[in-house]
């Protein structure tokens, strides 16, 4: 991302919080991710994970750029020591795809909760950019889940046959038994 022209407006609260927490969580990523590379023996897996660990690397540099401009104390995060990339394989390839799904959903809340408190226009494109590139990859782990058959969708029910509404009473016979609700009788709260 670049930023055309410095920005004048200091970062807010706000700004600084949710660049700190991406920049830990794809310093991690990039950890997790780089071991992933050295295990993944399937060829589409390992183009996903590969593109994964470029999107958190593109990230946490541009992150990095903003605190540097600002002057603002860059998080240590996580770095190459915290990670042994000679150790064993821990988990077959099919986990690295489930492992992309659920933390690509993760950073998708954190980028979408950011878009709109960021005052600045270039930690907005920033979080709008990563968003974009974050739902592209985690389509493409779907499509890989899918085409490898490692996808379980969600079940199945019945579509219904009409638009029904429940009663109050029925409702909460069925929630507390026949048992009847005792009703206010005196110093009654006023709806």
Known sequence: MSNNHHNTNRLTSAEMGKLWVAYTGNTMATCVLSYYLQHVEDRDIKKVVAKALKLSE?????????????????????????????????????????????????????????????????????????????????????DTLMKKGFYTPPPQIPIPEKVDFISKQNYLNGFFGRYSIPSCTRNCPSV
């Open 58 to 142: 593109k990230l946490v540099n541009n992150i990095r750029d903003i605190f540097m401009q600002e002057k603002f104390p860059v998080p240590i995060g996580f770095t190459s020591e915290d990670v042994n990339l000679g150790a064993p394989r821990l988990f077959a390839d099919e986990f690295y795809l489930h492992y992309l799904k659920y933390t690509s959903k993760a950073g998708m809340s954190i980028y979408a909760i950011a878009i709109p408190i960021m005052t600045r226009k270039d930690t907005r494109n920033l979080f709008i950019e990563t968003f974009h590139e974050t739902e592209k990859l985690i389509n493409e782990v779907n």
